[in-house]
């Protein structure tokens, strides 16, 4: 439900700023207010992600700029993805690999 109302909002507020009655810059801070959540990332879900781009571990490290050892530590639960990482996850999960390459 969230996400249809942030794009709802996102659709009237562009709309607006044709018309002209929103600045540029409101209609990007309302953007990014509608942003959408990035998930918390589990070692399966990254596992799954990984194989479903048919990635080695290390071809995922070299898209995100990472060590092999870090992907090994989130696969294996001894660490989590946070920030870019799990930004990159996020957008390599909804857009596809093509969005990062």
Same mark, same amino acid.
């Given at each position: /439900?969230?996400? @249809?109302? !942030?794009?709802?909002? $996102?659709? $009237?507020?562009?709309?607006?700023?044709?018309? #002209?009655?929103?600045?540029?810059?409101?209609?990007?801070?309302? &953007?990014?207010?509608?942003?959408?959540? *990035?998930?918390?990332? @589990?070692? !399966?879900?990254?596992?799954? *992600?990984?194989?479903?781009?048919?990635?080695?571990? %290390? %071809?995922? %490290? @070299?898209?995100?700029?990472?060590?092999?050892? $870090?992907?090994?530590?989130?696969?294996?639960?001894?660490?989590?993805?946070? #920030? %870019?990482?799990?930004?990159?996850?996020?957008? /390599? &999960?909804?857009?596809?690999?093509?969005?990062?390459?």
């Amino acid at each position: /439900m969230r996400k @249809s109302i !942030a794009e709802s909002i $996102t659709s $009237t507020v562009k709309d607006l700023n044709k018309s #002209g009655l929103v600045d540029d810059i409101t209609m990007r801070n309302i &953007e990014n207010l509608c942003l959408p959540e *990035i998930n918390d990332y @589990s070692p !399966a879900q990254i596992i799954s *992600i990984r194989k479903r781009f048919k990635l080695s571990q %290390a %071809a995922l %490290a @070299s898209i995100f700029n990472i060590s092999p050892s $870090t992907v090994q530590k989130w696969e294996q639960g001894n660490k989590k993805p946070a #920030g %870019a990482s799990r930004k990159l996850l996020d957008i /390599m &999960e909804r857009k596809g690999l093509d969005a990062l390459i």
